[in-house]
């Protein structure tokens, strides 16, 4: 098995920046993607961004310009850079591993912003 350790998440004020990391240990074959989901309070799940083997990106609509995706492969983690965060960012972030193909994911990591 999988298991993935998250860090950085925490309480900011409009505008302001937090890095959200989560490193993945275990019986690791090959990671094809790692991604951040986010799920506010009344809401879905939904995917914030995701990073591929190769390194393709992806992000919701609402992030892009201000949120960054990076992966440090020999470290096996990722790394969300998170800017001119929004009260609306406000939500449990979660990691999310593909795992030679089976899913992981870690404990959640609240991200506060206040106004």
């Known amino acids: 098995q999988v298991q993935l350790v998250e860090s950085g998440g925490g309480l900011v004020q409009a505008g302001g920046s937090l890095r959200l990391s989560c490193a993945a240990s275990?019986?690791?074959?090959?990671?094809?993607?790692m991604a951040w989901y986010r799920q506010a309070p009344g809401k879905q799940r939904e995917l914030v961004a995701s990073i591929t083997n190769d390194g393709r990106t992806n992000y919701a609509d609402s992030v892009k310009g201000r949120f960054t995706l990076s992966r440090d492969n020999a470290k096996n983690t990722v790394h969300l850079q998170m800017n001119n965060l929004k009260p609306e960012d406000t939500a449990v972030y979660y990691c999310?591993?593909?795992?030679?193909?089976?899913?992981?994911w870690g404990q959640g990591t609240q991200v506060t912003v206040s106004s």
């Open positions: 999310n591993v593909n795992e030679n193909y089976r899913l992981y």
């Open positions: 275990g019986s690791i074959v090959t990671i094809n993607r």
